[in-house]
């Protein structure tokens, strides 16, 4: 007699969802990184009851051909990496193909896409993995994803969720970085049909900056711009003044990606140490980059 057992698809994906879209922030920042890797210079994020109800991301990027519509939401299917050399030189920020196979295990999923080439568009409509329709319509070039009821057929793991105004806010957090991180790209940002926040993607972080955080903060900004063989490193510090009592202002960018580093955390905070009140931590928007290679 035997006891163990292969799961099927849908089982599979709905626990790979629980890792890759843990809280709708993770829906919304799947869904503008795949904008940027289609090569987006337009996004917007648009959400209701703090991305449960629903999360629609829009962008004007290169689009999705009729024939792959299908394979995007198909587990470990992705149009950026062939074989594992590829991760060596990966530029884009998704490679996993993963991302929209777990966010239609546990939701109901609309993409209405069209490609340069292409004379019309598309609408496909997929739910909880299951296809539902696909049909020719008339739209813009670029792609547009609507995520409605997210964990809709999870209910343990929506009962983890906090309330949404909560998720709203993590949802802003992340549209702030995302907005620092792509100066090059203009954002707009739609909280319950009210627009709260808006990038011009004119590549000036500093006006960035000043929408989100205000004159007085931006005044006290000091430019970085150096250039080592291996490493450019451009953006702003602040001075002392500027600091808070968390490192929420403390952000780091590599070749476009936000990321946490403590080696540099420790690097920055030590150097600002003899000018800084104990537990207080500076501003930094601070953008490398390293040829991936
Ligand atoms: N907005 C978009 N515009 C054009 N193509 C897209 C868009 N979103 C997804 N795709 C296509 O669908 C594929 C699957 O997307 P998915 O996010 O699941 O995987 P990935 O981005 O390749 O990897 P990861 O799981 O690391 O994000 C992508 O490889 C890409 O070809
Ligand atoms: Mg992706």
């Known amino acids: 007699m035997s006891f163990i057992q292969v799961l099927d698809e849908s089982t599979i994906n709905k626990i790979a969802a629980g890792e890759v879209v843990e809280r709708p922030r993770a829906v919304v920042k799947e869904l503008v990184e795949n904008a940027m890797d289609a090569g987006a210079t337009a996004i917007t994020v648009e959400i209701k009851e703090g991305g449960l109800s629903l999360i629609r991301v829009t962008d004007n990027g290169k689009g999705i051909e009729k024939e792959d519509i299908p394979n995007a939401f198909l587990r470990h299917a992705t149009s950026k990496i062939r074989r594992a050399e590829d991760l060596i030189e990966v530029r884009s920020l998704g490679f996993r193909g993963e991302a929209l196979s777990s966010i239609v295990a546990v939701a109901q999923v609309e993409l209405i896409t069209k490609t340069g080439t292409s004379l019309n568009g598309y609408r496909y409509i997929i739910e909880g993995g299951a296809q539902k329709s696909l049909e020719e319509i008339g739209c813009p070039d670029g792609t547009t994803f609507v995520v409605r009821n997210l964990f809709y057929n999870t209910p343990a793991r929506r009962k983890f969720l906090k309330t949404p105004v909560t998720e709203a806010g993590y949802i802003s957090d992340l549209m702030e970085r995302l907005m620092v991180s792509h100066p090059d790209i203009s954002f707009k940002y739609i909280v319950n049909n009210q627009v709260k926040l808006q990038?011009?993607?004119?590549?000036?972080?500093?006006?960035?900056?000043?929408?989100?955080?205000?004159?007085?903060?931006?005044?006290?900004?000091?430019?970085?711009?150096?250039?080592?063989?291996?490493?450019?490193?451009?953006?702003?510090?602040?001075?002392?003044?500027?600091?808070?009592?968390?490192?929420n202002f403390e952000n780091y960018f590599i070749n476009g990606r936000y990321i946490k580093s403590p080696i540099l955390i420790r690097?920055?905070?030590?150097?600002?140490?003899p000018y800084m009140m104990q537990h207080k931590y500076p501003f930094t928007s601070l953008y490398f980059e390293i040829e991936p290679s």
């Not at 500093?206 to 006290?220: A, H, T």
């Open 267 to 273: 690097a920055i905070e030590d150097a600002y140490k």
């Open 199 to 247: 990038s011009s993607g004119n590549n000036n972080t500093k006006d960035i900056l000043y929408n989100l955080y205000g004159r007085d903060l931006v005044k006290d900004l000091l430019v970085v711009d150096s250039e080592s063989e291996d490493v450019k490193i451009k953006g702003f510090i602040g001075k002392p003044i500027i600091n808070r009592g968390n490192r």
